[in-house]
């Protein structure tokens, strides 16, 4: 129970974490509302309201890696789901199977 507690406190906390770096990144495009990281699923979820859109839109990575090299901690994204199939094929196109390095505050949480 108490290593559920703490995984519930570290999930929460890269969630804040995550949501402030990517608003600070991608101001430009909208805002994220709310994000979720479950790390014993590898599953990370953002709802944000982008810049032109009427409804909030859900995006999923249903699936990362860790990698570490050092002192560095690095994500690698492999599935994608969202709330809008052009956003999920977007995602998937860009993103899946790459490789990014994670910032301080987020790998001195894991």
């Given amino acids: ?20 770096y990517v608003n600070d990144r991608l101001s430009a495009y909208g805002e994220v509302t709310d994000c979720s990281v479950d790390t014993e699923a590898s599953r990370l979820t953002v709802k944000a309201m982008l810049k032109g859109e009427r409804d909030s839109v859900t995006a999923t990575i249903e699936r990362y890696e860790m990698e570490r090299e ?3 901690c690095y994500i690698v994204l492999k599935q994608f789901s969202s709330s809008r199939a052009w956003l999920t094929l977007l995602l998937t196109k860009l993103f899946a199977g790459k490789r990014y390095k994670l910032p301080g505050a987020v790998s001195a949480l894991l």
Avoid: N
């Avoid at 129970?1 to 402030?20: C, E, P």
């Fill in 1 to 20: 129970m108490l290593k559920t507690l703490a995984r519930g406190v570290k999930d929460g906390a890269m969630a804040m974490a995550l949501k402030a």
């Fill in 70 to 72: 050092g002192e560095d």
